[in-house]
């Protein structure tokens, strides 16, 4: 079975400061990552993901993510916090050892963690 | 459409009552997913569309859900004989064969009084 780890329930950022959003995964094959974000009452909305290749992904509104396998982490981060980045976020996998490549399947996500940016 | 599209977008319904929840995917995705969200909580998976038939209902928490895709776009998801337990936001997201990624729509929110 797959799973995710989101441990903090909140992080508090002042504007301008880096942020790191952390995220651990454990999956029984190889795994595709994905964070998404979600603003009040609207739906989710993809970040970025890790499929394969370099560990350090890059994805919208200037967030990154680093894929470890070591750590089987896949943290969000982003140099410069915005007071317009505070939102929920959401970290999920994919385990892709149990299915066919070219098919789709579900993604499992974490608890979320709420980012505070304030001035 | 430009978008994925539920409908309707908030639905407060009677314990004991039918609801039925819409998801208009986004054209030409084969693949559909519904996940409820509880407050607090992260998504939750509930089942999977690859086509019109149903990949994967592993998530369906018991015989009162069940959803349809008779012609491989439009879904819907049916819950009978409802019940407190069962209000939260129900998310719908699609994605084309082989992609990796969802597209998600705004959800619907049940409340059961």
């Known amino acids: 079975a797959q799973s995710v780890a989101q441990p903090e329930d909140q992080v508090n950022v002042a504007e301008g400061n880096p942020l790191t959003v952390k995220c651990t995964y454990s999956?029984?094959?190889?795994?595709?990552l994905f964070w998404y974000v979600q603003y009040p009452n609207r739906g989710l909305q993809f970040l970025l993901k890790?499929?394969?290749?370099?560990?350090l992904v890059k994805g919208s509104y200037g967030f990154e993510a680093e894929f470890n396998k070591s750590q089987t982490s896949f943290h969000l981060k982003k140099p410069s916090a915005l007071v317009s980045d505070s939102a929920l976020y959401f970290c999920?996998?994919?385990?892709?050892?149990?299915?066919?490549?070219?098919?789709?399947?579900?993604?499992?996500f974490g608890t979320g963690t709420r980012l505070q940016v304030t001035l | 459409g430009a978008g994925v599209s539920q409908t309707p977008s908030n639905k407060v319904t009677e314990k004991g009552k039918y609801v039925e929840l819409r998801c208009d995917p986004i054209?030409?995705?084969?693949?559909l997913y519904w996940y409820r969200q509880s407050l607090g909580q992260g998504p939750e998976f509930l089942i999977y569309?690859?086509?019109?038939?149903?990949?994967?209902d592993s998530g369906l928490p018991n015989d009162r859900f069940f959803a349809v895709r008779p012609e491989g776009s439009v879904s819907t998801l049916k819950i009978q004989r409802t019940e407190r337990g069962d209000s939260a936001v129900y998310l719908c997201?699609?994605?084309?064969?082989?992609?990796?990624?969802?597209?998600f729509g705004s959800g619907t929110r049940l409340t059961v009084v």
């Open positions: 997201a699609s994605s084309e064969a082989g992609n990796y990624g969802y597209t």
């Open positions: 999920a996998v994919r385990d892709i050892s149990t299915e066919n490549t070219g098919t789709a399947s579900k993604l499992t």
């Open positions: 999956v029984s094959g190889n795994p595709y």
């Open positions: 890790y499929i394969t290749g370099d560990n």
């Open positions: 054209s030409g995705h084969t693949a």
């Open positions: 569309f690859q086509g019109t038939g149903a990949a994967d």
